[in-house]
């Protein structure tokens, strides 16, 4: 009788003590999964900001996030461990560390249209421009090939580099697309600009620099002129004749 009295103790306790354990476990779970609900809502939000944009995402990030939604949805609500519950967190422990990936990754999708605008507006403002420059250097006769090569490979660089960052965001290498762009793109587009800028300068000075020679064979020759007319008045233009020639000697 003492021996059934403790049997039968120790066995409800047991079952009690267990089935305490089980619903503190379910609880740590819960609240573990905040962290996960939270970044489940984060990147919910992005997805309905690119669908507005009207940027497609990939199918399997959606079945993704549908996939952890429901798992935490069904420990959220369980009120004790089920083969569901467990199911759900076999899923979670599989493709939980998924969902750190998807942020970033929805972060290129969302900026790409702008950034791809931008890029292609800002390729083409310099190509405008560097083209102007080179036609008022051609109409000026002013040899600028030694500048104009470095321009023209690096805009091939950049065009290149650009076309295989589209190619890498069609195959969804995001990461390599952001990392392309940063180093071989954008800036190198400012170091193009800044040359572009450099050559504008350059011609700039020199056209100054013809119509200051312009100008200074003007005033040499009206000299001479007045020079010739001295001298034939009688007048000493030695010292006359020896500036003008070296106005003549600084000219050349």
Known sequence: QNGEGRGGFFGNDGGDFEEEQDNMRLEETKRHMRGM?????????????????????????????????KAATSIKNATEETPEVEAAL???????????DIGPMLGVLEQWPRMEKQITKRVASIKKEYARQKAAAAKAKLDISAGSADIDAALANIEGSFAQAKTDFASGNYEEVMQALEME?????????????VLTQSLQAAKNGKRGLAE???????????????????SDTIVLEQLIMEMNAKYK
Do not use: C, N, Y
Not at 43 to 62: E, N, S
Not at 216 to 234: C, D, N, T, V, Y
């Open 185 to 197: 793109v954008f800036s190198a587009l400012d170091d193009t600009q800044d040359a572009v800028q």
């Open 216 to 234: 200074a064979k003007r005033h040499i020759g009206s000299f001479e002129s007045q020079a010739k007319k001295l001298k034939a008045k009688g």
């Open 90 to 100: 076999d899923l979670l422990a599989e493709k939980g560390e998924d969902l750190r």
């Open 37 to 69: 609900e939270q970044g489940i809502k984060m990147i919910k939000k992005q997805l309905d900001r690119l669908l507005k944009k009207k940027v497609p995402v990939p199918a399997d990030v959606t079945a993704l996030i549908t996939e952890l939604e």
